[in-house]
């Protein structure tokens, strides 16, 4: 049976950081919605082209091109032990549809690590955070600054400032999260699968609690 985990948690809370360090020290792949969305908008696709608008409100987009997207990306062979899940499932359906596609393929969720962090932080930390052209891997340039402005660490490409990132669309993210997103934690508390983590920690503690949790 594969072992998949879901990382919960606001915009900025920290998932996309913390899934690059686990999924390196754990061996499991990433798989990131937002990064696949951000893809297909970088390459113009039909798939971007249809995301573009929603993204940009800081609006979901709709459940019925996420969930097969996704479910796409799960298939691909080096899943076939399990991911790490950032930014999936965000909606109710979503979870669901998850679980149904789990179940087919004879695989399970390990544990949901929701990491919590306040809406004041999530502010400070999107609008200081830089993100590379090429892979996508995130920086801030007070908690995390790149060794060279302006240029990733990892694979040298350029960084720039998502869009979505002002603060005006953070503060929508943020209300979209709460409303649609926010009622999965008692979802998965209900199955015995949310582990709670204090995302306000530095980024080597909050991963520490994450290792804690994920035991791989
Ligand atoms: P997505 O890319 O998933 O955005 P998000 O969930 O809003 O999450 P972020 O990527 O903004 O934040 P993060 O938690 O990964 O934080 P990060 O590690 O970067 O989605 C974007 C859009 O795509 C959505 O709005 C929607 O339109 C669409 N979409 C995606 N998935 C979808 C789905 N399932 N359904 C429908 N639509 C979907 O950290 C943030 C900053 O903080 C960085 O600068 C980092 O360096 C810094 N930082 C991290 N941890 C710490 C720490 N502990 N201390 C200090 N600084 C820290």
Redesign the pocket.
């Known amino acids: 049976m594969s072992d998949f985990y879901v990382l919960l ?10 899934a690059e360090i686990v999924s390196g020290r754990c061996g499991i792949p990433h798989v ?4 696949i ?2 893809e297909n908008l970088q390459n113009d696709t039909p798939l971007g082209q249809k ?1 573009r608008d ?2 940009e409100k ?4 709709p ?1 019925d091109i ?1 969930i097969g997207m ?1 479910q796409d990306r799960l298939q691909q062979a080096d899943c076939k032990n399990g991911a790490l899940l ?6 109710p359906d ?1 979870a669901e549809a998850l679980e149904q596609f789990l179940l087919s393929i004879d695989a399970r969720i390990v544990c949901v690590p929701f ?1 919590d962090v306040d809406d004041q932080e999530l502010i400070e ?2 609008s ?3 993100t590379c052209k090429q892979e996508g891997h ?3 340039m007070k ?2 600054p790149p060794k060279e402005p302006g240029i990733c660490d990892i694979d040298g490409s350029e960084l720039y400032q998502r869009k ?1 990132d002002k603060k005006e669309t953070v503060e929508q ?1 943020i209300r ?1 999260y709460t409303k649609q997103t926010a009622p999965l934690i008692k979802f998965y508390d209900r199955k015995g699968l949310l582990k709670r983590i204090n ?5 080597e503690k ?1 991963t520490q609690e994450l290792m804690n949790v994920i035991n791989c």
């Open positions: 948690g606001p915009p900025g809370a920290g998932k996309g950081t913390q990131s919605s937002g990064n969305f951000r995301a929603y993204m800081g609006e979901l987009v459940d996420t996704v950032d930014g999936f499932p965000r909606t979503q990491i930390r999107l200081g955070r830089w995130v920086f801030h908690y995390k979505d993210r979209v995302g306000s920690l530095p980024i909050v």
